[in-house]
């Protein structure tokens, strides 16, 4: 399965995705991207440690706060620049993350390769939002 086969099982199957480097600047991807899934239906939980709340939406500072308030990891949509985004989709996998996807531009192939190893739904390279919009949900 190619990484475009993957996100379009990703956005037909999972609906909790945890956006890693949310922005509260409605210019940047990390703020646009997170805005439009939830106007399609997603559930969007923000995780920016410079942040408290979002529009109405409790902000974590890292995942494992958001694993310790008893949300269940589905995607993990990691806006970080490549050299920190992989150790927090190892930090997702570790906490049982479904999916992870590094949005376009990043890439980890040592994620990548963990993510194959524990049967975890992987994706780089790519934005959620090109994509949903591709497969037309």
Same mark, same amino acid.
């Given at each position: 399965?190619?990484?475009?086969?993957?996100? &379009?099982?990703?956005?037909? %199957?999972?609906?909790?995705?945890?956006?890693?480097?949310?922005?509260?600047?409605?210019?940047?991807?990390?703020?646009?991207?997170? %805005?439009?899934?939830?106007? &399609?239906?997603?559930?969007?939980?923000?995780?920016? *440690?410079?942040?408290?709340?979002?529009?109405?939406?409790?902000?974590?500072?890292?995942?494992?706060?958001?694993?310790?308030?008893?949300?269940?990891?589905?995607?993990?949509? !990691?806006?970080? *620049?490549?050299? #920190?985004?992989?150790?927090?989709?190892?930090?997702?996998?570790?906490?049982?993350?479904?999916?992870?996807?590094?949005?376009?531009?990043? %890439?980890?192939?040592?994620?990548? &390769?963990?993510?194959?190893? &524990?049967?975890?739904?992987?994706?780089?390279?790519?934005?959620?939002? #090109?994509?949903?919009?591709? !497969?037309?949900?």
């Amino acid at each position: 399965m190619n990484y475009r086969e993957r996100a &379009k099982k990703i956005l037909e %199957t999972l609906n909790r995705v945890i956006v890693v480097g949310f922005s509260k600047n409605p210019e940047k991807a990390a703020n646009y991207v997170p %805005t439009y899934l939830i106007e &399609k239906g997603y559930r969007v939980i923000p995780v920016n *440690p410079s942040m408290e709340e979002y529009s109405g939406l409790k902000v974590y500072p890292d995942l494992e706060s958001v694993v310790a308030d008893g949300i269940e990891l589905e995607v993990v949509d !990691i806006f970080r *620049p490549s050299e #920190e985004a992989e150790s927090v989709a190892l930090k997702a996998i570790e906490l049982g993350a479904k999916a992870v996807w590094l949005q376009k531009g990043i %890439t980890s192939e040592k994620a990548a &390769k963990v993510a194959a190893e &524990k049967g975890v739904l992987y994706v780089e390279d790519l934005c959620m939002f #090109e994509e949903h919009r591709r !497969i037309s949900l």
